[in-house]
């Protein structure tokens, strides 16, 4: 099945800097890429959606300027954490969508574990 | 505004019985639902999906039900096994025309052995 690779899987800063979060798609052409975050015991929550040539479409309350996004080619987007702060630790997840017949499947990433000091 | 929310938090079974997950959803426009599965500390796993214009779908031990009439979805995990312990996640697609998935709060079901 198709694969989503997320990279980092864990990372540890210092309050005020930045952090870039890796998504690819490994064997699929993504035209559409999804970012969630995700709290300890919640759900997963849409941040923005990712299209690829074009600007990310935000979610009402996410600071497009806090959380850039870039959807640079078929199977990388990019998620970066700016002047990211102790509020900011999460657990953020990219998923991609490869249609297949009867599927809409979104295939998720392992997920980032992001916490700031 | 629009929402998938589970019944059940948590849910125990002992190994080898079958499981029954619940899920509810308010949008009565969603046309494609899905069942995730989260083990700690990864993202979610596709198990199964089934569109608005059937009630039933199944996989391997999994079967997925959708009552339209009542916005209810559910999953049934049958002769359940260790590695089924983990979080549970319903999700939605609102229509055609979204692309978007809504998840669920989620349920833990934990199998004892």
């Known amino acids: 099945g198709a694969v989503v690779s997320q990279h980092p899987s864990r990372v540890i800063c210092k309050s005020g800097t930045s952090v870039k979060i890796e998504c690819r798609s490994l064997?699929?052409?993504?035209?559409?890429m999804f970012w969630y975050r995700q709290f300890p015991k919640q759900s997963l929550m849409l941040m923005a959606t990712?299209?690829?040539?074009?600007?990310?479409?935000?979610e009402q309350g996410v600071e497009k300027d806090k959380f850039l996004i870039n959807h640079a080619s078929l199977t990388l987007s990019t998620l970066t954490v700016t002047s990211a702060h102790p509020e900011d630790s999460s657990f953020y997840i990219c998923?991609?969508?490869?249609?297949?017949?009867?599927?809409?499947?979104?295939?998720f990433g392992s997920g980032t574990q992001l916490s700031v000091l | 505004g629009e929402s998938v929310g589970l019944h059940l938090p948590t849910l125990s079974v002992q190994e080898g019985d079958n499981s029954i997950i619940n899920c509810a959803y308010s949008?009565?426009?969603?046309?494609?639902f899905i069942w995730y599965k989260q083990e700690s500390g990864k993202g979610p796993q596709f198990i199964i999906d089934?569109?608005?214009?059937?009630d039933k779908r199944q996989g391997q031990r999994v079967t997925v039900l959708l009552n339209k009439t009542v916005k209810h979805l559910s999953l049934q995990i049958a002769a359940t096994q260790p590695g089924d312990s983990a979080v549970y996640f319903c999700?939605?697609?609102?229509?055609?025309?979204?692309?978007?998935?809504?998840f669920g709060t989620g349920t833990r079901l934990t199998i004892i052995p």
């Open positions: 998923s991609a969508r490869d249609r297949q017949g009867y599927h809409e499947k979104l295939f």
């Open positions: 089934i569109r608005s214009n059937m």
């Open positions: 064997d699929f052409q993504a035209t559409t």
């Open positions: 949008n009565s426009a969603s046309d494609y």
């Open positions: 990712s299209n690829e040539g074009s600007k990310a479409t935000y």
């Open positions: 999700a939605e697609k609102g229509s055609s025309f979204s692309e978007k998935l809504t």
